[in-house]
């Protein structure tokens, strides 16, 4: 028999309403899962249970599902990528950062260990982690206590820059077809790992860095291994640009044409649409695009806020009837935080209070992220469904009064509430501690190969300027 365990009395719960395909609210019931799956959400559990735990002073969340992130490389970011964007590229900073500022090997272990915690303390559960295929991926994976989504990168060309306006191309044809072998092949090891909680996406890493017959072929391997496909396309006015000139199409346009938007799709970040206010471009078809063919968007608010962007506008998309999930594209991996930034953001860019709503956002973050990646069974508390939940401390300060505790938490505590994570029936975060993994040695870690990969600046920048003359710090020091 499967252990049980059942959270007796807690005083709210986030279920999943199958009838009514919401999330709502319960009052003062409970919870009990055996194994890794729900058994029960409602009033009183009538089963016995191996362990109980006392929720009057806990609000039980499903965990959240984090469809875009790239854990080895933005943790990296911290103090540098905030405030770093280059203007003669419509304000993105990411074509110079990623060519100039490269972690090593032995770094990027740390990197993931670090955001792998911050995801765990913030409340995911699930993640899709975009990354390069580092040998032991699989096994801090594993180690994390974490559901992994496993989408190794490739592509048929790299970025290069020899200004600070022009995004130009580096070539590699074959390099991208033998990536797209290395990644199934990698995804086939991580599906038959023994934890039971591996998976993959295919993920040819940009529309503007991958042939139509790499995306083609990537296409076909998820349809034929029924995998998620994801991919980055309408992220930057400069690949928005590109895509037109190669093409005379809009990078969404263009993917639809090439027969790679379905519903096994995800789109990071889709914000450049031909009617987005930065492109100006004479069709209006995008949005509509997106919704008609079934693909999602991978929504990620951070990366792009800080350049001065936003989606326009998330609750359009949603109205639209396209399948919105969120991510942490970036440092902090925060979901709760950027759901707090995109409902903020919608109503900025739509100047409407009714733009979008919090259960809006939590959808997005939970059932739209499952959804997204072609799971029925995660981002809601409902039986059957796997046992990936979070407890939230409903005494911490910041969530009081808890009038209405959803809010509480999006819009004031975030983090600080998150009291213990349960994935797959293990408990993997107690008292805002990670069990799984090393959280301050990594940290230190972390420190150190951010100073390895500053120092290397110089020989990888285009123009070999130091890292403090790229992103300088926010104040000078005295
Ligand atoms: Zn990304």
Redesign the pocket.
């Known amino acids: 028999m499967a252990h049980t365990t059942c959270i007796r009395n807690a005083a709210w719960i986030i279920a999943w309403d199958v009838a009514a395909g919401e999330q709502v609210y319960l009052r003062d019931a409970d919870l009990a899962f055996a194994g890794n799956t729900i058994l029960h959400v409602g009033k009183s559990f009538p089963g016995s249970a191996d362990t109980v735990i006392d929720g009057r002073e806990m609000m039980l969340i499903p965990g959240l599902v984090d469809i875009?992130s790239?854990p080895s490389t933005e943790p990296f970011f911290r103090g540098i990528r905030e405030e770093h964007g280059v203007p003669a590229m419509f304000m993105s900073g990411l074509y110079e950062r990623s060519l100039a500022f490269r972690s090593d090997a032995e770094g990027r272990r740390a990197g993931k260990t670090v955001a792998y915690c911050e995801m765990l303390r913030t409340g995911i559960t699930s993640v899709a982690d975009?990354s390069g295929a580092d040998p032991w991926w699989i096994d801090l994976a594993a180690q994390s206590g974490l559901r992994v989504f496993l989408a190794p990168g490739f592509a048929s060309a790299r970025w290069h820059l020899e200004n600070e306006w022009q995004l130009r191309y580096a070539w590699d044809e074959p390099a991208g077809h033998r990536g797209l072998q290395q990644a199934l092949a990698l995804i086939a090891e991580a599906v038959r790992h023994p934890c039971g909680r591996l998976s993959g996406v295919v993920f040819p890493a940009q529309i503007d860095t991958c042939t139509e017959a790499l995306l083609r072929e990537s296409w076909a391997a998820a349809e034929a291994q029924d995998l998620p496909f994801t991919t980055?396309c309408a992220?930057s006015v400069n690949e928005f640009n590109e895509m037109l000139g190669r093409h005379g199409r809009t990078p969404i346009r263009w993917a639809r044409d090439i027969g790679i938007l379905g519903p096994r799709s995800v789109l990071?970040?889709a914000i450049f649409t031909d009617e987005h206010s930065w492109t100006r471009w004479h069709t209006k078809d995008d949005v509509r695009t997106l919704a008609e063919t079934g693909a999602s968007v991978a929504h990620?608010p951070s990366p792009f806020a800080r350049y001065g962007q936003t989606l326009e506008d998330f609750g359009r998309y949603r109205r639209a009837g396209i399948n919105m999930g969120l991510g942490t594209?970036v440092s902090p991996h925060n979901l709760i935080e950027e759901m707090r930034l995109a409902a903020i953001l919608a109503r900025v860019a739509a100047q409407d209070i009714d733009a979008t709503s919090t259960a809006v956002l939590f959808h997005a973050a939970t059932v739209g992220g499952a959804t997204a990646l072609g799971r029925a069974d995660l981002g809601r508390l409902a039986p059957g469904a796997r046992a990936d939940l979070v407890l939230i401390d409903l005494t911490n300060p910041f969530m009081l009064p808890a009038r209405d505790p959803l809010r509480s938490l999006v819009y004031t505590a975030a983090d600080r509430a998150v009291h213990s994570v349960f994935v797959d029936g293990e408990k993997v975060v107690d008292a805002g501690r990670v069990l799984t993994l090393d959280h301050a040695e990594a940290l230190a870690q972390l420190g150190e190969a951010q100073a390895r990969m500053e120092a290397d600046v110089p020989r990888h920048d285009w123009a070999h300027r130091r890292a403090d003359q790229i992103a300088p710090l926010s104040l000078p020091v005295r």
Do not use: A, E, P, S
């Open positions: 875009h790239h975009l980055h992220q990071g970040h990620c594209d």
